[in-house]
Nanobody
């Protein structure tokens, strides 16, 4: 049974940077994809970005150019470096693992394991 643990959330001023980290344990193989999602108060959970096992990285339009994902397949870790943060980036950020090869990396329903989430708050 896979387990996902995020770390690194916190409070930062607008324009600042923050790095989130995630580790997946308990799996026999490295996940096909490891992704980041976020959920702001009163809103649905949205896709932020994801990396496949082969290094193909996809970002949401709202974060492209500001956020960067890096993945270590050997350690089953994925980091999310967030730069030029805006107040609208405030949300709980979730890391997730998608096991099945060919799964849709932007779709919440395709992910198999989720972390508990970590709060990111950007003050103006």
């Amino acid at each position: 049974q896979g387990q996902v643990v995020e770390s690194g959330g916190g409070l930062v001023q607008a324009g600042g940077s923050l790095r989130l980290s995630c580790v997946v344990t308990g799996l026999r193989f490295s996940p096909f994809a490891m992704g980041w999602f976020r959920q702001a108060p009163g809103k649905e959970r949205d896709f932020v970005g994801a990396s496949t096992w082969t290094g193909n990285i996809t970002y949401a339009d709202s974060v492209r150019g500001r956020f960067a994902i890096s993945r270590d397949n050997a350690k089953n870790t994925v980091d999310l470096l967030m730069n030029s943060l805006k107040p609208e980036d405030t949300a709980v950020y979730y890391c997730a693992a998608l096991i099945r090869s060919g799964g849709r990396i932007t779709q919440i329903k395709d992910y198999d394991y989720w972390g508990q989430g970590t709060q990111v708050t950007v003050s103006s």
